[in-house]
């Protein structure tokens, strides 16, 4: 029986004369040169907690304060722009901001049941954008959500992918 456990194991061959419980006689341990050094054990770290972690609010006054220290206002934005409640788009403080370099989401989703309105928006959309040489793109099949990159943004058409500086900036 204790051959086949030792078979089914993987373990060394029995020697097929000697008794199976016979004793092994401990070797003796010869030291040469210098001992060996053994690094002290690591202590176990304890972890907190969730609920006794502390977190920083990104948003407070203290840390706003320490990113524009570090990094500067920021130049650029990304600006979100819907009709106003007489149906009309902010078409000069846009050009303003679009030669600064920010990037406008025009959304007409409001003017749903008015084609009319939101066709003529979306024209003068594209006439502002073409006085000011940049493209229009519409990120939906109905051009309800349309996007007119800033000055000096870049639009990879190919893989669709928004940002990055454009040489000439």
């Known amino acids: 029986m204790r051959r086949r456990l ?5 373990l060394p061959e029995l020697p097929e004369g000697g008794p199976i419980d016979a004793e092994i006689e401990p070797q003796t341990v010869v030291e040469k ?6 690094p002290k054990p690591v202590r176990k ?6 609920r006794e972690l502390k977190f920083h609010d ?13 990094q500067g206002l920021p130049r650029r934005g990304l600006r979100y722009i819907q009709p106003d409640e007489m149906h009309r788009l902010p078409l000069e403080p846009m050009s303003t901001r679009l030669h600064q370099g920010d990037i406008c989401v025009v959304d007409l989703n409001s003017l749903a049941h008015m084609d009319s309105q939101r066709s003529a928006l979306a024209r003068q959309v594209q006439d502002m954008a073409n ?4 493209p229009v793109f519409s990120l ?4 309800r959500l349309l996007l007119v990159p800033g000055r000096g943004s870049r639009i990879d058409t ?12």
């Not at 030792?6 to 993987?10: K, L, V």
């Not at 040169?33 to 053994?38: A, K, L, W």
């Not at 770290?45 to 969730?50: A, D, F, G, Q």
């Not at 006085?131 to 940049?134: E, S």
């Open 6 to 10: 030792y078979n089914f194991f993987g």
């Open 33 to 38: 040169g210098d001992p060996i050094h053994i």
């Open 45 to 50: 770290t304890v972890r907190k907690p969730v």
């Open 58 to 70: 990104l948003g407070s006054k203290r840390w706003l304060e320490w990113a524009i220290s570090q």
């Open 131 to 134: 006085y000011n040489g940049l």
């Open 140 to 143: 939906d099949d109905s051009n």
């Open 158 to 169: 190919e893989t669709h992918e928004l940002g990055g500086n454009s040489i000439l900036d």
